[in-house]
């Protein structure tokens, strides 16, 4: 039996199917949420990492470079009320996980290929200590 090889694009799908747990999708508003809020040290910046991978995964080329305002809008509805995403994101953009391009309300943030490879890894810990026991693996 041959093995089909998947295209990037439908591979992403494949990988938020398996972490449905973890994301809600709003299509409507192309708008991203987090069901569950991740824990450790900097929670508000992994999860707007979630949230940029999230966006990645689902809106295809609309989710590439996420505007600011849908980013904050994102993070607001997964639980962080007081967001500012460029204090937010500042640890993983010096570390060159995220780009930012624009100022202000123009801005859009994007991830680098080593912040989707965090992200991913990220989203695998949240789901795997959701379902308490191993997860299937996401692939970046």
Do not use: W
Not at 29 to 49: E, F, Q
Not at 61 to 84: E, F, I, K, Q, Y
């Amino acid at each position: 039996m041959r093995r089909r090889i998947l295209h990037p694009f439908e591979r992403d799908f494949a990988n938020l199917a398996i972490t449905l747990d973890i994301f809600a999708i709003d299509t409507q508003r192309k708008l991203v949420r987090l069901r569950h809020y991740p824990d450790g040290k900097h929670p508000h910046a992994d999860a707007a990492l979630l949230l940029l991978y999230g966006f990645h995964c689902s809106f295809d080329g609309d989710g590439r470079a996420v505007p600011v305002t849908r980013l904050r809008a994102a993070l607001t509805a997964s639980g962080h009320t007081d967001a500012r995403v460029d204090r937010t994101l500042e640890p993983y953009r010096a570390a060159g996980l995220v780009k930012k391009r624009g100022q202000r309300k123009g801005s859009t943030y994007q991830l680098t290929p080593g912040g989707r490879q965090r992200a991913a890894a990220l989203a695998n810990a949240l789901a795997q200590s959701l379902s308490g026991r191993g997860a299937p693996h996401l692939r970046p």
